[in-house]
């Protein structure tokens, strides 16, 4: 019998920064109980990498059998990369597998004679028995019915007896316990990849039943052995990897569990230096003391934590099948903002069933008010297979046909509505999460009457301008933030406070550009290097004279003047006159503020 060789593994990643988990486990585990197996390729591309570009990498390869970890993000481009591949090399066997393969199997193979293969549910058993199959197949015959026949979790089309094709679908496998799961890393891979961010599972299986998530399948929660787990995080900061993703559905579900974990990471970042983030996904209301108080001493930057709130409306969370203590989550979260040591992000999902606009707006603001260092604003998608998709029926909403079949329009909120949250969630991506504008946002904010009014009111003045028809530079978004507040510090009348108030504005507008990393200088912010007024320039002269000596050995630096006590805003975040100087060193690629004289 011919050997195929290789079998390659391909994995289409939302960015280039991020690895691809399915993949690496699924070969470790095959090379693990596979001794004479055939060289298995992973090939990780992008789903922003043109198709022929990526035909090209797996054509050349060489491969009969190919493989597809199947998502949601990457359906749509999969899709057409395996008909294409059909076409170039008739002759090849292509199976699919991961959640939205094996989510719908049936309809997939109905729908497209590309695939001749889906593995259901967890990949390693199923995949290694399918590949074992299909290495003994010669080119030009078919694999044996019988042999198919046994292997668990596969879906496949088959002859029946009168001569039509039907759709054959295995039973599902015994899940693997825990501490079986081979660790996907090995330690070339690891020195290669050490600045991406890396995805590590501690367990499998969720016990909670949210209406609108796949996890909800798959009640059977497995925790991998504590000592097991230990081990190979230590592995993780021994490699000095840039940032690791727990993806465990709820990490704290077993809270003595969770804490010796979060212990013994902030007692080896104590030892030494540890450059590596840890990300976990938890449940907000679940935390308990003890957890707060450890990491409330982690090192800042080890820990990073995702709370789901997703809505702040009790009668919300009861259709969604999602219990949660909010006011608990409110003051754990507190605390924890407090500490000041742990990032914080914080989601919400909008069109869920029963949530009014003015509703989403206090479940807005109930997270905002929490001052998260990064806050999703997401949106509900209705997944095949969910028990949202059957209440999404029965509540008439609309949603996409295709992948990611996100909501068009809810039982409560319209499709202009949730277009309007688009905006809204463009303008928190844009100015707040990734850093640009959050200290100038954290200032004005308060001159509303909420967070909510805000940002609705920001997105209105956005969209008269033109500011969601095209992708704005960050200079454009600073000055459409300065166009807004403006709108609020002058008042109707002018006078002299006011003036005063909207150069205060623009300044702390100018010092927050700045110390989000931009060395350009548009001229409306005010940049006093660039003023015509002489007198300006004779004091930014003088400036420079009286620090050149203290400064020589920056090669590049700048000074900048505030009409605001620097000192004073630190302390009380408020704005009160004075003519205070900043200097920044320019040498490197971001500037660093120095002093403030």
């Given at each position: ?28 585990y ?14 990780e591309m992008?789903i ?10 797996i054509l050349?390869l ?34 699919w597998?991961g ?17 001749d ?20 197949v ?15 979790g596969?879906?496949?089309?088959r ?6 094709t ?6 599902e ?21 050490r ?7 501690s ?12 996890s909800s ?9 504590l ?9 993780l ?42 990300h976990?996904?938890?449940a907000?209301d ?15 930057g080890?820990?990073?934590?995702e709370?789901?709130v997703?809505?702040?409306q009790?009668h ?15 003051r ?40 998260p ?15 949202m ?63 909510w009014?805000?940002?609705t ?46 150069r205060?504005w623009?300044d ?6 700045i ?55 630190a302390?009380?975040?408020r704005?009160?006159?004075a003519d205070?100087?900043v200097v ?7 500037p660093?503020?120095?002093?403030d004289?």
């Amino acid at each position: 019998m011919a050997e195929i060789d290789p079998i390659v593994l391909v994995a289409q990643n939302s960015r280039y920064t991020h690895v691809n988990l399915a993949l690496r486990s699924l070969r470790a585990y095959l090379q693990q109980h596979w001794p004479e197996h055939p060289p298995i390729e992973c090939l990780e591309m992008t789903i922003q990498e043109p198709l022929l570009r990526q035909l090209r990498r797996i054509l050349r390869l060489n491969a009969r059998v190919i493989a597809f970890s199947c998502y949601i993000w990457n359906i749509t481009t999969i899709h057409s990369l395996t008909r294409q591949l059909r076409r170039l090399r008739p002759d090849s066997l292509i199976i699919w597998g991961g959640p939205e393969a094996g989510s719908a199997a049936a309809k997939w193979l109905l729908e497209e004679p590309a695939v001749d293969f889906i593995v259901r549910g967890e990949g390693e058993q199923s995949l290694l028995e399918l590949l074992r199959c299909l290495n003994t197949v010669e080119q030009g015959t078919q694999p044996d019915p019988r042999r198919l026949a046994a292997v668990p979790g596969l879906s496949y089309r088959r002859a029946s007896d009168d001569g039509r094709t039907e759709i054959c679908h295995q039973p599902e496998t015994a899940r693997l316990e825990a501490s079986d799961w081979p660790f996907p890393y090995d330690p070339a891979s690891l020195r290669r990849d050490r600045d991406r961010t890396l995805y590590y599972e501690s367990s499998r299986g969720c016990p909670f039943g949210c209406s609108y998530c796949l996890s909800s399948l798959d009640r059977q929660l497995r925790l991998r052995p504590l000592d097991q787990t230990l081990r190979e995080l230590d592995w993780l900061i021994e490699a000095d990897v840039r940032q690791v993703k727990l993806i465990d559905r709820t990490f704290n579900v077993d809270k003595s569990r969770a804490a010796a974990i979060w212990r013994h990471l902030t007692e080896a970042a104590r030892k030494k230096p540890v450059r590596t983030n840890f990300h976990f996904e938890v449940a907000g209301d679940q935390l308990d003391d003890e957890a707060i108080a450890i990491l409330s001493t982690a090192p800042p930057g080890l820990i990073q934590l995702e709370i789901g709130v997703q809505t702040a409306q009790p009668h919300v969370l009861r259709a969604i099948n999602r219990p949660c203590d909010l006011d608990r989550l409110g003051r754990q979260v507190a605390a924890l903002r407090q500490s000041g040591n742990v990032h914080l992000h914080l989601d919400l999902i909008a069109g869920l069933p029963g949530e009014t606009w003015d509703q989403f707006g206090e479940s807005f603001d109930f997270v905002m008010n929490l001052r998260p260092h990064q806050f999703q604003l997401g949106f509900l998608k209705v997944l095949p297979g969910t028990a949202m998709a059957t209440d999404a029926r029965r509540l008439d909403f609309a949603w996409q046909d295709d992948p990611p079949y996100e909501v068009l329009r809810s039982d409560q909120l319209s499709f202009e509505q949730l277009a309007r949250l688009h905006d809204i969630a463009e303008l928190i991506d844009h100015a707040w999460n990734n850093g640009l504008l959050t200290g100038a946002i954290d200032w004005l904010m308060p001159h509303w009457q909420r967070p909510w009014l805000f940002f609705t009111n920001w997105a209105d003045l956005c969209e008269s301008r033109g500011g969601f028809d095209r992708s704005l530079s960050p200079a454009a978004r600073a000055r459409l933030l300065w166009q807004f507040g403006l709108t609020k510090l002058r008042g109707r009348e002018a006078t002299a406070q006011s003036d005063w108030m909207a150069r205060a504005w623009r300044d702390l507008l100018r010092l927050t550009y700045i110390e989000s990393g931009q060395k350009d200088q548009p001229d409306w912010l005010g940049y006093w290097e660039q003023s015509d007024d002489p007198t300006l320039r004779r004091r930014i002269s003088g400036d420079r004279q009286a620090l050149s000596s203290s400064l020589r050995h920056l090669r590049r630096w700048r000074v900048d003047r505030v009409c605001f006590s620097l000192p004073e805003f630190a302390a009380s975040g408020r704005l009160v006159p004075a003519d205070d100087r900043v200097v920044y060193d320019l040498s490197g690629l971001y500037p660093v503020r120095l002093r403030d004289i």
